[in-house]
């Protein structure tokens, strides 16, 4: 499939650009689509970008997922076998401020996806959901076959949303489509409005670091080249349907159709006071802690069953999340090194460490 175009969409993201790398490393030719919006920063976006672009394998095209005449068009053009559709307005508090933003793109972007496979032949779409669609769900560890009717925050909504609109569609129109829960994934490259790098950035400037629910939340934290090696194993492994009984009540996480839902996460929560205090040591620096009480949409902790995966791929997470933190951690001096007006807090910061 290496001579045919995958898309991509939000290549210009966290996930989507170390996506991208890896399939662009396994001889694949990719068409990379991104809005480039300022949700964060976007010369981060911009930076990623211009790494992709080093390969010529790589095509970017910019674009409002939104846009009905545009996507079609993009996909009559291309007729992409493959689409990973990884674009979204991301962030649970910041769907309190700005639910319209979440209808635009991650319901209208997302029919729009659906629209572009139906009417163009795409073999197989896999599509990125959350752990956050377990909301109130208090049974752990957090399972595929589990009911997930109680969202919490309208971005967990929007992501059920997708699952059962790509649901619908797989059993209309016969597209193969894969959901991917991701949870919380974390690394180089990382985004900005995350919990590791306001606290990485907390701790360099002596700021205090905000801890919900006393520093207690536990969180199912997953390298993202983790992430990207399980995506890339399902790629050729589209759904095929699941049979079943008449009368049987139907599985959550798979269907006649084929469609499938898998989990993507460490399997090994982590308590935030842990993990602040691994940055603390790979930073050189102790944070000023500030312990607040549980914020609305928020959960007290996610943890991944991931069985399934490993049955059906043959893959479980293999980066500690002391080595994750590590990694992200150099590369974090890197990026603020680089960064104007932050060289002198890196450099004590390094200094300091030593």
Known sequence: MSDQPILLTGAAGFIGFHVAQRLLQSGHRVIGVDNLNAYYDPQLKAARLDILRND?????????????????????????????????QAGVRYSLRDPHAYV????????????????????????????AVYGANRKLPFSVHDNVDHPISLYAASKKANELM???????????????RFFTVYGPWYRPDMALFVFAE???????????????????FTYVDDVT??????????PQGKPQRLGEAP??????????????????PEELLRVVALLEQELGRTATKELLPMQPGD?????ADVDDLSRDVDFRPATSIEEGIRRFAAWYRSYCENRSGRSGAIQATSSARA
């Open 251 to 268: 599985d959550p996480g798979s269907s006649t159709a084929p469609w499938r839902i898998y989990n993507i996460g460490n399997s090994k």
């Open 104 to 131: 635009d793109a991650n319901l209208v972007g997302f029919t729009n996806i659906l629209e572009g496979c139906r009417h163009n032949g795409c073999r197989h779409l896999l599509f990125a959901s959350s752990s």
């Open 202 to 220: 907390a701790i360099v400037r002596g700021d205090p670091i905000r801890l919900f629910n006393g520093g207690r939340m536990l969180r199912d």
């Open 229 to 238: 090696e399980a995506l890339v194993r399902l790629i050729d492994r589209a």
């Open 166 to 180: 790509a649901h619908s569609y797989s059993h209309l129109y016969g597209i193969p489509c894969t959901g991917l």
């Open 299 to 303: 959960v007290p902790a996610t943890y």
């Open 56 to 88: 010529s394998r790589f095509q970017f095209e910019r674009l409002d997922l939104a846009d009905r005449v545009a996507v079609p068009e993009l996909f009559a053009r291309h007729r992409f076998p493959v689409v990973i559709h990884l674009a979204a």
